[in-house]
């Protein structure tokens, strides 16, 4: 009976945190880590500290998110962990606090460009989590830098005043950066529209209430396209370490997926933009290290 209850707990907190976005966050902070420090030896256990706490910091942002949203959640997704009672609003404001405070104690250890990062992202989760149903597309913009950020957060996990700065590496890291904005901002706006009714419930302000779903559409196909053009970058160059034979096989099946994403139904068009993201990280990572795998 109790290791019933304690799984049930677990999995609540997974839930909570969003289990497949602490994992596509903890592949970014290597992503980013490994594009920029090519030429470079990478420090495995920076890497893995600045990993674990982007799960903490973004965790404690969902976990903040739902305590504020219960009643939109009540409309939009009432199997979420507190509409549902599985967790109290209490519990889950308290869970959040120590995933915070855990995760900028890991940053601070890594060193003081980590913390920084860190410490502004915590703020601008609390500030998303309790005003983004207000903000309009200013609350979009948000959650994509956050998102984006992490990238250059394992780029700061990595770099040090004493290292050779590769501009190649330097370049491809801020291509990932701006792609995994660009791609994220589509998904929110897909995601405002997939919650409008819970919205308008809550007398929200996101931009298909305010301008309408069909506006919102253009301008999430416009954010996707944009990060397809951009992801195309680094294959009209040579950058030295970096394969773009295996990166441009997985880039163009992503982009196709991105921006098949909006022909598809709408209960799947989100689904496929994660996809899509997903399979545009694994093309950096292949890329960055498939120079190194064949030899």
Known sequence: MEASKTITKAKTILELIRLRNAIISFMGVYAGALVFSMGNTAPISSILKAAISTVLILGAGNAQNDYFDHEIDR????????????I???????????MYLIGLGIAK???????IIAAANTVML??????????????NLFISYLVASVFIYGAAAVYSP??????????????????AFFINLAREIVKDIEDIE???????????????????????LLAATTAVAISLTPLTHDAQGFNELIYGIFIVLADVVLLS?????????QHM????????LISFLLGATAPILTH
């Not at 996101?206 to 301008?219: D, H």
């Not at 994403?261 to 068009?269: D, E, I, L, T, Y």
């Not at 933009?273 to 545009?280: F, N």
């Open 75 to 86: 409309v939009n997704r009432p199997k979420r962990p507190i509409p549902s009672g599985r």
């Open 88 to 98: 109290t609003r209490s519990d889950t404001f308290m869970l959040s606090l120590v």
């Open 109 to 115: 250890s890594i060193n003081q460009y980590c913390l």
């Open 126 to 139: 609390m500030i998303y989590a309790k005003y983004s149903k207000k903000m309009l597309l200013t609350a």
């Open 162 to 179: 004493t290292m050779r700065i590769n501009t190649d590496a330097v370049i491809l890291t801020l291509v990932l950066t701006v792609c």
């Open 198 to 220: 819970g919205d308008k419930s809550a007398y929200s302000a996101t931009l298909p209430i305010r301008y309408g779903v069909q506006n919102a559409k253009t301008i999430a």
């Open 261 to 269: 994403s909006f022909k598809a139904k709408p209960s799947m068009n």
């Open 273 to 280: 933009l994660v996809a899509g993201m997903t399979l545009a």
